[in-house]
């Protein structure tokens, strides 16, 4: 049975001024977030879109704006929400020519995301956009190989600290991290074992995984 630890990944909100300077910290806030939430695969894509939705606020509702940046998981997908107070001024997809520098923000979020709207409201609107994530549900984790191996293993080391008639579908978070720490310890103890070095192995492995994220969390 496939044993897998949640993660929490609870919506949060910033208030901001729509102006230019603006977007770059709001670009750094969001990269940052996603890095918690392990979504390092759809940063630049994130990114890219929260960009063109907060420029179409500064473009065409104005500078100086009062806005929100919102983002939360919608079901497996990235939810990027940019609440402003104009009901009229509405986002629209048109076409832009090669040569045309206007045009190409919706245009942007439309090839990027899975799909985007407006919600209009007595006081607000809200343009949105969701991305692709990759994740089986809003609290699973990135399926690449390294994470769905550590997740078997951390399933047969979890039964083992649970009699059978409570074992859960899913182990807690607590449990989870107790089981990893076991395996890496175990591991150390057959590298010891057979005559290797356990402690280069450590080393070794703490550069592997630190390459790895710095990579952009590409484990394969």
Sequence with gaps: MSQEACMSRRPWDLAFTAEPEEVAALRRILRLHLGIWGLHDITHEAQLCMSELVANVINHVGHGTPATLAVSMSGSRLRIEVHDPATRALPTLI???LDSEA???????DGLADRWGVQL????????CELVTGLSSAGGHCGSPRVTRAEALLGLYGATRQPQAMAPSKLSMAVSEEAAIDVIADLLHWLRAHGCDAEDALDRAQTHFEAEVDAGGQSR
């Design 95 to 97: 076409e832009a020519g």
């Design 103 to 109: 045009g190409r923000g919706m245009a942007l979020v």
């Design 121 to 128: 409201h007595p006081d607000r609107k809200v343009t949105w």
